[in-house]
């Protein structure tokens, strides 16, 4: 009962009242027996009574009083009566329940008690009477509290067994309460100052004079019991008789435990400790040490070897681990000698039970981790001490091994059955499948136990996690030693070792984590104040003097260090024995545990090691993976020496008793045969996966270890990577060598939930971490690479789906870990195994699609560099070969594009780089994908991108046109560019801002570098270059060795320059004339000259070509055509813009040797287009206007020229000549050029004029006489060149020569002598009878007639240019009679060759010379007066040329052409006589009067004969042209013979003569004389022979004579004529006289008759006498022919005599005589 309860008045009543019943009772009992006891009781109750009247605190009283109260008690015991002593027994025990016994009562209780102990009387109550007494209250010290422990000793000693157990709680309670006294005073004494130290605690061991009274009751306790333990006499516990070691050594025990402040506070006791205890263990415990098993047992003991007893052992055993336990700072050495001890005993030499009670007390020690600390700090790191905690551990771990090595005898429990062969463990029949373990064939063992190399140890239940709880160490009943079963020691040492690992690595753990958080704090408080600190940091370090505490990592360090070997030595051995699941995963908890502390720590030797071997026991045994055997291979030959034991590292025992669960394939290069995994080696898996999911931060380098294992094992069991790296149960890899049991497999989608876990996890991990991982799955990966090379065996692709699945979790800090992921998984992707390269593929552009698609902080659009960090390695793809990587790139690119497109910004340059990268080897395929990216970028994403990669997506877009895999995509690509062109023209304004902004920006960091802006096409402005990119890689295209390519492209160029030039700045005009135009023209010249001339069969597959495309020089012609016709139609449209460059003039030059080289090409094609172009780009009238660039913003201007009709084009033949020059002169209004582009403009003009000329002169010239004849210019070449001066002749007409005039003559006179080919003949000539021009003709007069009309108008000194004019059309005129020839060539004339007999044919040049001599007729009739033509003698040229034709007559080609000759003969003299007649004085015509008298003679008496089939109508017509003829010479000749020649004049009479009597007419001779007789002719012959002869006016007398003489003669001829034939008729009587002389006399009587009308109306004073004389004299003559016989000379008499009739008037008187 305690104070408090009995403190309250109502209590202390009830106590008052309860002694004095106590009292009345004694009194009662003793009565009769006891008088005197009985009296004191009553006398007691008086007093009783007197003090609770008297006293307010009546408990105080009777304390004082106590002796007189407690007396009666005392004598009642004193009666050595049972029932008396019991009751005051009770009673005293109720006084000193309420403490109201003094200090003299307690002693004369004590006396009173130790009388009763000495007979024997009531033990029990008297044990339980002092232990109240020394409990309730602290009265009893010295020698009464001696005596009163002596008395419960002696108690104990007893024979009564209960006794004999109550005694012995006694002591154990009273030795606590003694200890309990002094912890109490101390605790009140606590504020007081304490007395100084002791001096020399150690000189004196009974000095305790400073020692306070409980403590001194303690100290003297204390020794005695030491002193009794080593069988030594007390000092204090006067009155002990007997001791027993055992019980000294558990009451020392229990104090040790119970007070350990009393003896590490006051030294007194520390001393005790030191100098008794000690000793007195290490004594105790020599039996022990010197004793061996097998030592003494079999020979006789040669020296009395004292055998261990094991109740001491175990005691003394305890003892030391309280000892070690409290007090190893203060016995630094003892404890090292207990600890050896302890290690010793372990011994496999020493006694069963001796290991085990050895093993529970290291069990005590391992399970307190603190402990373990301080021995590690005061042993392990001291320089010359034992490694205890070493030593500990290695030697737990030497003692399990030594259990499965040398097993004792004895050890099979005799229950137990060894298992047989290949018995499988206990876990068969819980984890396998039905009958897994019976189909083994062995006896099945539920029970968890060890086995190993036919060692088979049972693993008993030792301990509950963390709490030690001995078995053996706790039998203080037991004397003899008890037998250990089977498995025990091995059992506790394994949860020794366990809880030495847990203990260990919680505890570091908890403070290493304290000690980050406290760095942490100081980080920040540095951060705020840095100066400061450091200074005083600096003092204090220094201020530390002597030896200090070692920090505490150096302590956890060393713990590890210390630990490591033998624990992993233990558990591996452990591990490899374990048959049982539970056991298994402890040991690998403890594994995994150290691994990671180690990891912590940064040992990276004992973290490899125990990761080691969680990899070993995760892979089959005695598998081959280098990476282990490398790391093992510096363990396995350590052995670590622990006192002359050796612990080596076992290797794994290779029979397994375990349940097989998988068989598979081991990964390595060469095929090898099957490896089995037990169920064991899936739970240790499991284990490699916790310890990467939860500890990856501290694993470093060893991630290598653990992911070599996983990756073996993923390997084995058949897993293989799925979409995002995960790994799923794949099929079996190579033929069914994989073989799963159901157990595993259910396991599988577990396993491979956690190992995408563990990378998952890696998010979690810090960069530095997360480095090793990458870089070991990188290692990984080149192993497997390695050994995939040389085969095409499935590869592991562990690593490369693992950094995927990393990089993918990692994606908020993608940047650290970018470079050496995808660097690495570029090289797989150029792996030459495919699924390799497939995955590497897979898993890069899988992270490049998921970099770019994730939420970025800062988003990507503000991180431009690392979107180009993430994009980049897509670019670098393009430099594989692999065709199926690069397919997947350009997938990846086409998904990025769909999804992330509109964000890209900075990215693009490389994406389109991407895009690009197509090379000619790559295949189809590919390249469609590549151009599917394109497209979607042109369709949808110019606009979202940076101006600045417009030109990238030019240049990509051309790459796709020049690649040769697949012409659709080059020509789409071709349409790709035209609609990036027209996104450039609608968005122009923005991007130019765009780029100009840009360019700024580069402008600046080029200055700042010192380096040039380099970019093409530079000094033109950004936007333009922009243009010129895309016109320059449209003129790569326009040379493709392609056809359809080169037409689309040149077709696209100039239709994007004309739609869109306007938006260029004028001076980038320059660049594009130059660098794209001019250089595109030069390539296609030179490509076009050098083409193969080979026929092509067909156009691949089965596309027939047309023969005008049958060569490559004929497909090239069409390009060159394209090409010049659209930079000629550029620089007509665009002229007066080109005009303000500066360099026109060269530029035209060069224009122009273009079109000279073209059109000189021998193809006809490229020719003709030539002159198209030519003339094209002389049609410039007007000069476009400027207005005209605003215009183009609009639409584009310009309607397609070469559709526009105009000057210079090919017309239509049915133009007639007068529309065409009108249009000429309507051209020549519009000449209105400013005037000061005139004198540029006239050069321009004069250059185009001497193209024109050395094109002609080529073209037309004829071959000579060596050369064979290669090429000839076709007719419509000849009349574009031909249509094209007049256009250009406008131009420079001021300055237009003759000798320009001559030079085109001699082109104008070449192109029409050139020649047809046959087969071109029958399009281009008329019928022969169609008198029609060919349009070449018709194009040579027009520009003659040009040039007439221009000399007609212009300034006096180009007058003189007629008689050229007149010159070169008369050379025509000739071609009617003499047709030209072209070199040697040999034509045939059309009308004597069938076409297809001559290779050439000569036109028919009639109509074109007939044509042409109208027009010399018509310009000399307007130019007949001008001076040059006067002085250049045109008409006499005229004359000379019409004499051909005229003196040929029928022998022309054309029967029109002498007609026509002859209508132009009266036509021009009509006009050109008057005119000669005027200049008669000058002499300028002498030379034309021969010639026309020689003209009038060839024609008046022709040398050829009329044709056969001549109609006599047609005679008449003929005939009726010669009158004609005649007539002019009577009206225009005759008249002025004045002014006229003599000579011409006796000419001109003498062909009249001849014209008038056609007597020696050779055709008299045929028989239709009749007709053939030109009556008509001759009659007008005579009629102007008359009428000049008569007219004597303005003759002169030499004159008249001359007509005179020719008169008469011809009377004469008359009359012989009648003579001969009157007579002839007269002789030949009957017959009829020949046909000839017949018409001849016809003939002369016409003519008489004729003579008779011309004088009839002549004026008679005009005849001579003489004449008429003559002509009467005709009329005998005639009246003699009367008699002939032929009418018609009858009729044509009758005519001839008619007009005499005028004679037979009388004549008048009047004779004029003047003249005889």
């Known amino acids: 009962m305690s104070t408090m309860t009995t403190s309250s008045p109502e209590a202390v009543k009830r106590f008052v009242e309860n002694v004095q019943t106590d009292l009345r009772s004694l009194s009662m009992e003793c009565k009769k027996k006891f008088p005197p006891v009985k009296e004191a009781a009553e006398s007691g109750i008086v007093k009783i009574k007197t003090i609770a009247a008297r006293n307010t605190d009546i408990l105080a009283a009777l304390k004082e009083h106590s002796s007189e109260v407690v007396q009666p008690f005392l004598m009642g015991c004193g009666t050595k009566e049972p029932k008396i002593t019991q009751l005051c027994l009770a009673a005293i025990q109720r006084l000193m329940s309420h403490e109201v016994v003094s200090e003299a009562a307690a002693g004369n209780i004590i006396n009173m008690l130790w009388q009763l102990m000495e007979n024997g009387l009531e033990e029990l109550k008297l044990l339980q009477t002092v232990l109240v007494l020394l409990t309730t209250n602290t009265v009893v010290h010295d020698e009464v509290l001696s005596k009163a422990i002596v008395l419960c000793f002696r108690l104990h000693f007893t024979k009564d067994n209960i006794t004999n157990n109550t005694a012995a709680a006694t002591v154990r309670q009273v030795v606590t309460v003694v200890f309990e006294r002094m912890v109490a005073e101390d605790e009140r004494y606590k504020g007081v100052e304490d007395q100084p130290p002791l001096v020399q605690g150690n000189s004196n061991r009974r000095s305790i004079s ?184 290695n030697a737990l771990g030497s003692f399990i091994q030594s259990l499965f090595v040398t097993p004792s005898s004895g050890l099979l429990a005799p229950g137990s059955t060894p298992l047989g062969g290949s018995g499988l463990s206990g876990q068969a029949s819980s984890q396998g499948g039905p009958g897994t373990g019976c189909a083994a064939g062995g006896t099945i063992s539920a029970q968890a136990a060890f086995e190993y190399r036919g060692t088979w140890i049972p693993l008993v239940t030792v301990s509950v996690q963390g709490s030690v709880k001995a078995t053996y160490l706790e039998m203080l009943d037991k004397v003899e030693p008890p037998s250990i079963p089977e498995g025990y020691a091995l059992s506790v040492a394994f949860s020794a070792l366990l809880d030495l690992v847990r203990g260990i690595t919680s505890m570091i753990e908890r403070e290493l984590t304290e000690e980050e958080v406290e760095e942490e704090a100081e980080e920040v408080s540095r951060r705020d104040s840095e100066p400061a600190r450091s200074l005083e940091g600096e003092d204090s370090t220094q201020g530390l003097a002597g030896e200090k505490e070692p920090s505490p990592r150096l302590v956890w360090e060393e713990m590890v260090n210390a630990c490591w070997c033998g624990l992993l030595a233990a558990l591996s051995l452990l591990l490899d024995a374990s048959t049982d699941e539970t056991a298994t995963e402890s040991i690998l908890k403890a594994e995994l545990t150290m691994a990671s502390l180690c990891g912590r720590l940064g040992l990276v030797t004992p973290r490899d090691a125990f990761i080691t071997a969680v990899c070993k026991a995760s892979l089959p045994p005695h598998y081959a993976l280098t990476v282990l055997s490398s790391s093992a291979a510096c363990l396995s030959n350590k052995s670590y020496s622990i006192q002359g034991q050796n612990v080596q590292m076992i290797s794994p025992s290779s029979e397994s008793h375990q349940q097989v669960v998988a068989v598979g394939q081991p990964l390595a290069a060469q095929p090898q045969g099957t490896v089995v995994l037990t169920a064991k080696n899936i739970q240790c898996m499991r284990t490699l996966l916790n310890l990467a999911h939860c500890h990856g931060a501290v694993l470093g380098t060893s991630w290598q270890l653990v992911l070599a294992t996983l990756q073996h094992l993923v390997w084995i069991l058949g897993l293989k990577p799925g979409s995002g790296g995960a790994l799923k149960p794949g099929r079996a890899v190579e033929g069914p060598s994989t073989v799963l049991t159901t157990a595993v497999m259910t396991d599988l989608p577990v396993i491979s939930n956690i190992l995408s876990r563990l990378f998952e996890s890696s998010q979690y991990l810090d960069d530095v971490s997360l480095h090793h991982l990458i870089n070991a799955l990188c290692s990984l990966s080149l192993e497997a690479m390695e050994m995939a090379y040389g085969n095409n065996k499935e590869p592991s692709l562990f690593a490369v789906a693992k950094l995927l699945e990393t990089g993918l979790v990692n994606m908020d800090r993608i940047e650290i870990l970018w470079r050496p992921l995808t660097g690495h998984l570029l090289e797989v992707c150029q792996h030459p195994n495919s699924r390799m390269r497939e995955w590497g593929a897979e898993a890069l552009t899988s992270l490049i699609k998921a970099g770019l698609a994730y939420k970025h902080e800062p988003p990507l659009s503000q991180n431009q560099r690392l979107q180009l960090l993430l994009l980049n390695p897509l670019r670098e793809l393009s430099d594989i070969v692999h065709p199926d990587i690069r397919q997947k790139q350009l997938e990846s690119v086409l998904q990025i594009l769909q999804s992330q497109g509109d964000s890209l910004g900075p990215g693009w340059p490389l994406v389109l780089g991407v895009i690009g990268a197509i090379r000619n080897d790559q295949g189809e395929s590919l390249i469609r994908t590549a151009f599917q990216c394109l497209q979607l970028v042109v369709t949808d994403f110019l606009p979202t991108m940076p101006c600045t990669c417009l030109q990238i997506v030019v240049d990509v877009a051309g790459s796709f046109g020049l690649q040769n895999q697949e012409l659709n995509i080059s020509l789409t690509s071709i349409g790709l560019l035209w609609n990036i062109s027209d996104y450039f023209f609608q968005r122009a304004e923005a991007i130019e801002q765009e780029l100009n902004r840009e360019e700024v920006l580069l402008e600046r960091q080029a200055e700042e570098k010192g380096m040039a802006l380099n970019r093409p096409f530079h000094p033109a402005p950004p936007f333009d270059c922009l243009w010129l990119c895309l016109y320059a890689k449209l003129g790569e295209l326009c040379v493709d060795p392609r056809p359809a390519v080169r037409k689309s492209a040149g077709q696209t160029l100039f239709s994007t320059v004309t739609a869109h030039g306007a938006l260029l700045q004028p001076p980038t005009w320059h660049t594009v004339v130059w660098k794209v135009l001019f250089h595109l023209l030069d390539s296609v010249r030179k490509s076009s000259t050098t083409a193969d001339k080979e026929k092509i069969e067909s156009g691949g597959g089965n596309i027939l070509i047309h023969h005008s495309r049958d060569t490559a020089e004929k497909q090239w012609a069409e390009t060159w055509v394209l090409t010049l016709a659209g930079v000629a139609r550029i620089f007509n449209t665009r002229r007066r813009l080109l005009q303000s460059l500066g360099d026109f003039c060269k530029a035209w030059e060069v224009l122009l040797d273009h079109i000279q080289s073209a059109a000189l090409s021998k193809n006809n094609e490229v020719s003709l287009a030539a002159l198209k172009s030519f003339q094209e780009i002389l049609q410039i009238v007007t000069p476009v206007k400027d207005s005209e660039r605003l215009d183009a913003l609009g639409m584009p201007a310009l309607a397609d020229p070469m559709s526009a009709p105009g000057p210079g084009r090919p017309l239509p033949r049915s133009d ?137 108008v212009g300034p006096e000194n180009m007058q003189t240019m007629y008689p050229a004019i007149f010159q070169q059309l ?182 009249l003569n001849k014209g008038s009597i056609h007597s020696q007419s050779s055709s008299f001779t045929e028989a239709e004389i009749d007709i053939r007789l030109r009556e008509q002719f001759s009659k007008a012959c005579f009629e102007t022979l008359l009428q000049f002869s008569f007219n004597s006016k303005a003759a002169t007398p030499q004159e008249g004579y001359i007509s005179r003489m020719a008169l008469s003669v011809l009377l004469q001829r008359s009359q012989d004529v009648l003579r001969r034939y009157v007579e002839d008729e007269r002789l030949s009587g009957r017959c009829p006289l020949p046909r000839q002389q017949v018409t001849e006399i016809i003939f002369v009587l016409k003519a008489i008759s004729t003579l008779m009308d011309s004088l009839r109306k002549t004026q008679p004073e005009n005849v001579d006498g003489n004449t008429w004389g003559q002509v009467i004299a005709l009329y005998p ?40």
């Not at 006589?1473 to 020689?1494: C, I, Y």
Request: with cysteine; proline share 7%; hydrophobic share 40%.
């Open 210 to 393: 400073t020692l306070r009274p409980s403590a001194k009751d303690a100290y003297m306790l204390f020794q005695d019991l030491c002193q009794l333990v080593n069988a030594d006499a007390p000092y204090w516990l006067v009155g002990m008789t007997e001791m027993t070691r055992t019980f000294g050594l558990e009451l020392l025990e229990s104090v040790l435990n119970d007070f350990p402040g009393v003896f590490l506070q006051h030294q007194e006791f520390s001393f005790l400790l030191k100098e008794r205890v000690c000793p007195l263990v290490i004594k105790l415990f020599s039996p022990n040490i010197k004793f061996r098993q097998g030592g003494g047992s079999t020979a006789p003991p040669s020296a009395p070897v004292e055998k261990p007893y094991f109740p001491i052992c175990m005691r003394l055993l305890r003892v030391v681990s309280v000892l070690v336990k409290h007090y190893y700072s203060l016995l630094v050495t003892e404890c090292e000698i207990f600890l050896s001890l302890l290690v010793k005993f372990l011994d496999g030499e020493k006694p069963q039970w001796l290991r085990a009670v050895a093993v529970e007390s290291i069990h005590r020690l391992c399970a307190q981790p603190h402990l373990l600390r301080s021995f590690c700090q005061s042993y392990d790191m001291k320089p010359h001490s034992t490694k205890v905690f070493r030593d500990i551990v």
């Open 1216 to 1352: 007639s000549l007068a529309e065409r020059l009108a249009r000429y002169d309507g051209m020549e209004q519009q000449l209105n050029l400013p005037l000061g582009d005139e004198l540029e403009d006239s050069a321009l003009w004069w250059a185009a004029w001497n193209t024109w000329y050395r094109t002609g002169i080529e073209s037309t010239r004829p071959p000579g006489p060596a050369q064979r004849l290669a090429f000839v210019p076709s007719q419509p070449f000849l009349t574009a060149l031909v249509q094209i001066f007049p256009a250009l002749y406008q131009h420079i007409k001021t300055g237009f020569s003759m000798e320009d005039l001559g030079k085109l003559g001699v082109i104008l006179h070449g192109a029409v002598s050139v020649p047809i080919s046959s087969d071109a003949s029958p399009f281009i000539l008329p019928s022969y009878t169609e008198a029609v021009l060919t349009s070449l003709q018709e194009a040579v007069l027009t520009a003659l007639d040009v040039l007439q009309k221009a000399i007609c």
């Open 1370 to 1551: 008369l050379r025509f005129v000739e071609f009617s009679c003499k047709p030209p020839q072209y070199g040697k060539l040999e034509t045939k004339h059309v009308a004597n060759a069938k076409y297809n007999q001559a290779e050439w044919v000569a036109l028919n040049y009639v109509p074109f010379a007939e044509r042409s001599l109208e027009v010399v007729v018509e310009l000399y009739q307007k130019t007949a007066c001008h001076k040059a033509v006067v002085s250049e003698k045109v008409l006499q040229n005229i004359i000379k040329t019409l004499r051909i034709p005229l003196g040929l007559k029928y022998a022309c080609p054309s029967e029109s052409t002498w007609k026509l000759a002859v209508s132009s003969l009266l036509k021009v003299l009509s006009v050109g006589l008057p005119v000669a007649r005027q200049h008669a004085s000058s002499g300028k015509f002498d030379t034309m009067w021969p010639e026309l008298a020689n003209a009038f003679e060839d024609f008046l008496f022709t040398k050829s004969t009329p044709p056969d089939n001549l109609s006599v109508q047609e005679f008449q017509k003929n005939e009726s042209i010669d009158v004609e003829v005649v007539q002019l010479i009577s009206t225009e000749i005759l008249p002025f013979a004045n002014f006229i020649p003599k000579e011409f004049v006796g000419q001109i009479m003498t062909m």
């Open 1677 to 1716: 003559t005639l009246v003699e022919c009367i008699t002939c016989s032929s009418s018609e000379v009858s009729s044509a008499l009758k005519e001839a005599l008619g007009p005499f009739k005028d004679f037979m008037q009388p004549p008048v008187t009047k004779v004029q005589n003047g003249e005889s």
